[in-house]
């Protein structure tokens, strides 16, 4: 099954999670590497689980400015290059004849601002099966009255995630502010949002120390609103606080630190070891004599194709991002 488009299909998705006490995780992306290393962990949990149809969520950001990755997806740096290219490589590895075809892919445009996607916003939207709308750095009452506009003028073509308040950077100061019940009823009575993302202990980019998820709080939430909880900022969270998910109400998950972060060590040690294989024997014996690289590393090798290409390095971040990826699968759909 190709990309679910369509508000109704999309919201259908969703309803079908909720029979199935599943919580759709949406994975953020900014490479091919990382589009296809989703997509193939989905499509074998899928079929280790009997699951061929498994929903899935992918997405990224555009202008975000906290990580812009639609500009990221293209050496060129542009935004409007790299959104089509994210789309295209969709189109192609959801087709009839890809490995990934039977799953649904749910494709969503995450932290999309109102100013700074102003011309992303004009666009046609259609190709989409949901956007986060952030107006999350205005005043609460500008937020909502800008999210009910936006909600007005397209929520008849896809489903529509709103920003109670801001999930904030773990490097930057405030209060951080826990989302109150009182305020993400109001939010949702006055935008008609399909989800909302709350405040609910956890921040972008947080060491696991730092952070302790309010499972109580999305439960009362959920009470006054309904199961309709995205929940951002999930990549440094202990498994054991999140497993429970379905539970607090929440419907959908945002991922991207953890499928970066934890993948990137994986190709450094490697790279370490063949250290000569990578970068030929004198380079690597001078890594070895400024301390860079340890005895252990391999410094006597010839320099060697299948160590020194793209491939290589893009094969072992693919196969680490698959595993990561499976082990959220692991998570909220078993």
């Known amino acids: 099954m190709p990309v679910v488009t369509g508000r109704q299909s999309v919201l259908d998705v969703y309803a079908e999670a909720a029979e199935r006490q599943w919580v759709i995780p949406t994975i953020n992306t900014e490479c091919q590497t990382s589009t296809e290393a989703i997509l193939a962990a989905s499509a074998e949990f899928a079929a280790e689980h009997g699951i061929p149809d498994l929903p899935v969520g992918i997405g990224l950001t555009n202008l975000y400015f906290h990580r812009p990755q639609a500009p990221l997806y293209t050496h060129t740096g542009l935004w409007q290059i790299?959104?089509?290219?994210?789309?295209?490589?969709?189109?192609?590895?959801?087709?009839?004849?890809?490995?990934?075809?039977?799953?649904?892919?749910?494709?969503?445009?995450?932290?999309?601002?109102?100013d700074a996607d102003r011309e992303l916003l004009e666009w046609d939207l259609r190709r989409f099966s949901s956007i986060m709308y952030d107006a999350s750095l205005l005043p609460f009452e500008e937020n909502i009255r800008m999210t009910a506009r936006f909600r007005e003028e397209r929520g008849e073509e896809l489903v529509i995630e709103g920003a109670c308040d801001e999930i904030r950077e773990a490097s930057e100061e405030?209060?951080?502010?826990?989302?109150?019940?009182?305020?993400?009823?109001?939010?949702?009575?006055?935008?008609?949002?399909?989800?909302?993302?709350?405040?609910?202990?956890?921040?972008?980019?947080?060491?696991?120390?730092?952070?302790?998820?309010?499972?109580d709080l999305a439960r009362e939430i959920t009470r006054r609103v309904g199961r309709r909880l995205c929940?951002?900022?999930?990549?440094?969270?202990?498994?054991?606080?999140?497993?429970?998910?379905?539970?607090?109400?929440?419907?959908?998950?945002?991922?991207?630190t953890a499928i970066e972060r934890d993948s990137s060590p994986a190709l450094l040690e490697d790279m370490?070891?063949?250290?000569?294989?990578?970068?030929?024997?004198?380079?690597?014996?001078?890594?070895?004599?400024?301390?860079?690289?340890?005895?252990?590393?391999?410094?006597?090798?010839?320099?060697?194709?299948?160590?020194?290409?793209?491939?290589?390095?893009?094969?072992?971040?693919?196969?680490?991002?698959?595993?990561?990826?499976?082990?959220?699968?692991?998570?909220?759909?078993?």
């Open 82 to 114: 790299g959104m089509r290219m994210f789309l295209n490589d969709l189109d192609i590895l959801t087709g009839p004849d890809s490995p990934f075809h039977r799953l649904r892919v749910l494709v969503n445009l995450d932290h999309i601002q109102w």
């Open 174 to 215: 405030g209060s951080g502010d826990l989302t109150t019940p009182e305020m993400a009823e109001r939010y949702v009575r006055e935008t008609g949002v399909d989800i909302i993302v709350a405040n609910l202990g956890t921040e972008h980019r947080a060491s696991a120390a730092d952070l302790t998820y309010h499972g």
């Open 231 to 256: 929940l951002h900022g999930t990549s440094s969270v202990p498994h054991d606080q999140v497993r429970r998910l379905f539970h607090d109400g929440v419907v959908k998950v945002n991922i991207w």
């Open 272 to 334: 370490a070891r063949n250290a000569a294989r990578v970068a030929g024997t004198a380079h690597a014996a001078r890594l070895q004599e400024e301390g860079l690289l340890g005895p252990a590393a391999d410094t006597s090798s010839p320099a060697d194709l299948r160590f020194f290409t793209t491939a290589y390095r893009q094969g072992i971040v693919f196969r680490e991002m698959k595993r990561i990826v499976k082990e959220f699968l692991e998570l909220w759909y078993c």
